[in-house]
C-alpha cells in the first residue's frame, strides 16, 4: 500500500508519493518500515534510522533477496511497495542471510513465522533422503527445495549422502549456479514485461490492446447471459501454489515439478477465476508450466541414461582382476 505526503524538505503546495519499504542492516534481522519518495530520500532515511556513521558514506542500497544494487530513481519506483532492502556502509559487503527471502513477495507476516520454524533442521534432511534413492531427483526439486541443499552444514550432508565433503561442496555450487540461473531468467521476464508495458504505453501495441478489450466484452456478454465462470468448477491447488502463481513473474522455475503437474492438469476455467485473470494470460501460465515440466522430466530421463552407461563400463562383465570394484554398487 502507498501513501501519500511529504518526503524530505516539504515544497509549498506539492504532494509527492511514498513508497513503503523494508530496511535493515547487513548480519542483522531487525527490520524498520519507512516510506520514501525517491531513491536518495530512502538512503538518506537509512542512515538516520539505522544510526550509521556519517563517516560511512555514501550508503549502498541493494535487495535483501539477491544482493542487487538499486542506484536508479527509475528501478526503484518499479519495485513493489514493501521491498526489503539491506543498507550498506561504504566498508561493507551485501552477505546473503537465509531468515531473510528479503522480497516484496513474502509478508512480514511470514517472515516473522519462518523466524520460529523449529523444523527447519529437519527439512534438509528429508531433501537428502531423496537424494540418496534417486539423486536424478533433483531436477525436480522446487526453488526452495534447492536452497535448503545449498544452505546446509556440508559435512552434515556429505555424511547424510555418504559423500566426500569434497563432492558435496561441488554439489552445492551447483545448486547455487542452478538458482542463480533461474532468478536471471527471473529478472529477464521482469524486464521484458516492463518493456512490452512502455511500448503499450507508446502505442506501439495498440492492436493487440483492442483484441484484448474485444475478447473481454465476449465474455462480459456470456456473463451477462447467465454463463457464469464461478460456478463452473472448484480449483483444488493448495494456496502456496496459487501464491506463486499470483506474485512470481515466472512460477514455472519455482515450484517444484508435482505443482507444476498440478497446474497443468487444472481446468483454465476455474483456474483463471480463482486467480482473477483473463483466460488467455491463464492459458499462458499454464503452457509454461508444462515446458519446463517437460524439460525437467527430458533431463531427469537423460540422467539415468548416462548413468546406465557409466555402470555399464565401469563394471564390464568377466572382470575378475578388480574385484573390489565388481562388487561396488554401480548406483
Known amino acids: 500500500m502507498e501513501v501519500t505526503g511529504d518526503a524530505g524538505v516539504p515544497e509549498s503546495g506539492e504532494s509527492r508519493t511514498l513508497k513503503p519499504c523494508l530496511l535493515r542492516r547487513n548480519y542483522s534481522r531487525e527490520q524498520h518500515g519507512v516510506a520514501a519518495s525517491c531513491l536518495e530520500d530512502l538512503r538518506r532515511k537509512a542512515c538516520d ?4 556513521d556519517k563517516s560511512l558514506t555514501p550508503v549502498t542500497l541493494v535487495l535483501a533477496e539477491d544482493g542487487t544494487i538499486v542506484d536508479d530513481d527509475d528501478y526503484f519506483l518499479c519495485l513493489p511497495s514493501n521491498t526489503k532492502f539491506v543498507a550498506l556502509a561504504s566498508n561493507e559487503k551485501w552477505a546473503y542471510n ?18 520460529t520454524d523449529s523444523g527447519a533442521g529437519l527439512k534438509w ?11 536424478s531427483s533433483i531436477i525436480l526439486l522446487s526453488e526452495e527445495g534447492l536452497q535448503v541443499l545449498v544452505d546446509a552444514p556440508c559435512s552434515d550432508l556429505a555424511q547424510e549422502l555418504r559423500q566426500s565433503c569434497a563432492t558435496v561442496q561441488r554439489l552445492q555450487h551447483t545448486l547455487q549456479q542452478v538458482l542463480d540461473q533461474r532468478e536471471e531468467v527471473r529478472q529477464s521476464k521482469q524486464l521484458l514485461q516492463l518493456y512490452l508495458q512502455a511500448l503499450e504505453k507508446e502505442g506501439s501495441l495498440l492492436s493487440k490492446q483492442e483484441e484484448s478489450k474485444a475478447a473481454f466484452g465476449e465474455e462480459v456478454d456470456a456473463v451477462d447471459t447467465g454463463i457464469s465462470r464461478e460456478t463452473s468448477s472448484d480449483v483444488a491447488l493448495a494456496s502456496h501454489i496459487l501464491t506463486a502463481l499470483r506474485e512470481k513473474p515466472a512460477p514455472e522455475l ?9 497446474v497443468t492438469k487444472e481446468d483454465p476455467e476455474a483456474l483463471a477465476v480463482a486467480l482473477n485473470w483473463d483466460i488467455k494470460k491463464t492459458e499462458t501460465v499454464q503452457e509454461a508450466c508444462e515446458r519446463e515440466l517437460t524439460l525437467r522430466l527430458q533431463q531427469m530421463q537423460s540422467l539415468h541414461s548416462l548413468r546406465s552407461i557409466s555402470a555399464s563400463k565401469a563394471s564390464p562383465p568377466g572382470d575378475l582382476q578388480n574385484p573390489k570394484r565388481a562388487r561396488q554398487d554401480p548406483t
Open 49 to 52: 534510522i539505522l544510526a550509521i
Open 98 to 115: 537465509n531468515s531473510d527471502g528479503g522480497t516484496a513477495w513474502i509478508s512480514q507476516e511470514s517472515f516473522d513465522v519462518d523466524e
Open 125 to 135: 534432511k528429508n531433501v537428502a533422503g531423496q537424494l540418496k534413492a534417486d539423486l
Open 254 to 262: 519455482s515450484l517444484s515439478s508435482q505443482d507444476l503437474e498440478l
